[in-house]
C-alpha cells in the first residue's frame, strides 16, 4: 500500500473514503484492505480506473462490491457536503467584499450558495433514493418501477456549475485588495471541480453498470458475487536478526557496540543495515525510529532522541 500511494498520491483522497487510516506499515493492499474491512478487489478497481481512466472501467465492473462502493460514494458524498464545500465558501466569504454594495462578490456568493444548494439536492436524492433501492437489490428485493438506468439517464455532472463560478470570478472580479488569498479559493474550486467531476464518472462508469449487473442477477435470483482478484505480493519482511540490528540502531549504539552485543562482526553488522534499509525503503535513523516504534521493535521510552 506504501508504494501506490506514493506513486499515486492523489489517491490518499480515495484511500479516506473507505475509511482507510494510514499508518499501514509494510502491508499489502490486500491485507490493509481486510484490516479495515474494505473489499479489496472493490479498492483495486476504483484506483486502477482514477489512474487509467474511463477505457479501463469494463474490465474492473465485474470485480466491484456493489456494497462496497456504494459506501465509498457515502463517505464521498459527506466530505463534499460537510467538509470541503463549507470549507471553501468560508475561503470566498474571506477572499471577497460580499456586501450587497458590491454587486459582482454578492453575486459570486449568491451564486456559490445555489451551487452548493443543487449538489446537496442532488446526492441527497441519491442517498436517500439511489442507495436505497441499492440497499434492496443487496437484500434480493426488487423496486417497481426503478432501474439504475433511470439515474443515469438523470444524472449530470454537478461540476458545470463550479465551472462557470470559476470563469466569472477570474474574468469580472477585479480587487487588488483580494490578492493572494483570492487565488488561494480559486485554486480550492479548481481542485473542487477535478473531484467532483471524477467522483461523476466513478457513479457513471462504475457504479451504474455494477448495479445493472446486480439488477440482472437478483432478477434471476443470484445474490451478488463478492468476486476475488489477485492482489501484489507484500514487501519483505524483517528477519530476527535484523529486527535485533534495528533495535540496537534506533537506541543509539554503534556498529561496534552491535556487533559485540549480537557477537557477530562490524562487517556482518553493517552488510544487515544495508539490508534493511534497502528493504524498508528508510534512508535514515529518524525514519527507522518510527518504522521501530510502529512496529513495536522498541517502545518509545527505549530509543535515543
Known sequence: MFDVICDEYHL???????????????????????????????????????????????????????????????????????????????????????????????????????????????????????????????QGERTPGFQIAQFARSHVGTDKKLQELKNLIIKYYADPAAGEQLNNVLFDIFNCEADMRQHCHVEDDLFVPAVQLLEARTAEGQPEVEEQVADTAPEEALSEREKEIVSCIVRGLSAKETAEKLFISPNTVQTHRKNIFRKLDIHSVSGLTIYAIASGIVKLDEVKL
Open 12 to 138: 490518499l483522497q480515495m484511500m479516506s473514503r473507505f475509511g482507510i487510516s494510514l499508518g499501514f506499515s509494510e502491508k499489502s493492499v490486500r491485507e490493509v484492505c481486510e484490516a479495515h474491512g474494505v473489499d479489496a478487489p472493490t479498492f483495486l478497481a476504483v484506483a486502477n480506473y482514477m489512474k487509467n481512466g474511463g477505457e479501463s472501467a469494463l474490465h474492473y465492473v465485474e470485480h466491484i462490491s456493489v456494497r462496497a462502493l456504494t459506501d465509498y460514494l457515502r463517505q464521498a458524498h459527506t466530505y463534499f457536503l460537510n467538509f470541503l464545500l463549507p470549507a471553501i465558501r468560508r475561503k470566498l466569504v474571506g477572499a471577497i467584499d460580499c456586501s450587497q454594495a458590491n454587486e459582482v462578490a454578492y453575486l459570486i456568493l449568491k451564486f456559490y450558495d445555489e451551487y452548493m444548494g443543487d449538489v446537496r439536492r442532488h446526492m441527497n436524492f441519491e442517498d436517500k433514493k439511489v442507495f436505497t433501492y441499492v440497499e434492496r437489490l443487496l
